[in-house]
């Protein structure tokens, strides 16, 4: 028995939680019978689906010291296996998150990357949003511009200043299309991740965002529960799901903006916009600026316009399923 195998299985365990990436414990998986059984046995994960799903070489790869050791044993190990084995066909790849964890039976935490975003916006324009989800949308926070800039002499437009009717129509279309684009975009999420939430009940948290940062979808133990008693529920009755996304309950739209707002930094933005979402029926908005800035408290600039739009005048709006 050499050092490595003295080391006990509870610190190799947790030596894998910390490289977390999901195509690095599938390699582990081929190094020995040991490695294969406590590789599973990881309980906060990070799956990054363009790597898994069809990505090239050239792809970035998680660049932590442990994650380099262990890059470093399986080139090694690679580079041996044709001489001890005939060559075998290529494995098929997974085609869903379901199935790239299907071995994994102990995940507690999940953090899904995908590729990019979901809105397709106007140059210059940019949605940030993060979404709350049970069975379908708790909550949603949104934030919105239709362009940045640098101008140390901007005016602002006044907090106080009283908004007349023609005013907040002006530019509604645009905010309405920004807010749907992002339910959709959640929707779409979270739907993507129905078989994983069916399959691993031990999970206690759920994050899906993508790499441009654009939007995140989470989900707690009691919104987990809550979405595999209602599929249980669906399941029983024989009901037939075609949607390609969750469907978006009635909600209530709580929104705030500013034609121009200035930022501390200098930074100008264009047609600021907050939403705050909630279905239908939760009818407290005391809590909009608690849910606001606990989306956006570790993003500087963002979190700098949740602050000032929420002095801002409130407009509610309601808005069918869909």
């Known amino acids: 028995m050499d050092a490595f195998d003295a080391i006990p299985n509870h610190v190799i365990i947790d030596i894998l939680n910390r490289v977390g990436d999901v195509k690095t414990l599938i390699r582990c998986r081929s190094v020995s019978r040991r490695f294969n059984s406590l590789a599973t046995q990881s309980d906060s994960l990070l799956l990054q689906l363009d790597q898994i799903l069809g990505a090239g070489e050239s792809e970035p790869e998680i660049n932590s010291p442990v994650s380099s050791f262990f890059r470093s044993i399986f080139k090694s190990i690679n580079g041996l296996l044709p001489i001890f084995s005939t060559s075998a066909k290529p494995a098929e790849t997974p085609k869903s998150p379901a199935q790239i964890l299907a071995g994994f039976n102990r995940i507690r935490s999940l953090d899904v990357e995908l590729y ?44 106080n200043a009283a908004e007349t009717d023609s005013e907040f ?7 309405v299309v920004w807010t749907i684009n992002a339910l959709m975009a959640a929707s779409t999420r979270h739907h993507l991740m129905r078989d994983v939430v069916k399959e691993h009940r031990e999970m206690e948290r759920l994050t899906v965002r993508d790499r441009e940062g654009e939007g995140t979808v989470v989900m707690d133990a009691a919104g987990m529960k809550e979405y595999r008693e209602t599929e249980a529920r669906a399941d029983e009755k024989g009901f ?20 121009l707002l200035k930022l501390k930094s200098g930074i100008c933005l264009e047609a600021a916009t907050l939403v705050v979402v909630r279905p239908s029926g939760v009818t407290s908005d005391d809590n ?10 570790a993003d500087c600039m963002y979190g700098e316009a949740v602050m000032s739009l929420l002095k801002r005048r409130r407009n509610v709006l309601e808005m069918n399923s869909f």
């Open 288 to 297: 909009d600026a608690e849910l606001a800035t606990e989306a956006f408290a």
């Open 169 to 175: 129509v002006c530019g509604l279309k645009t905010r």
């Open 240 to 259: 037939e799901r075609v949607k390609e996304r969750t469907e978006m309950p009635n909600v209530r739209m709580s929104m705030r903006h500013a034609p």
């Open 116 to 159: 990019g975003g979901d809105a397709n916006l106007e140059k210059g324009a940019a949605v940030k949003w993060k979404a709350e989800f049970g069975e379908t949308l708790k909550s949603s926070v949104i934030v919105a511009f239709r362009s940045a800039t640098v101008n140390e002499s901007a005016t602002e437009s006044p907090v």
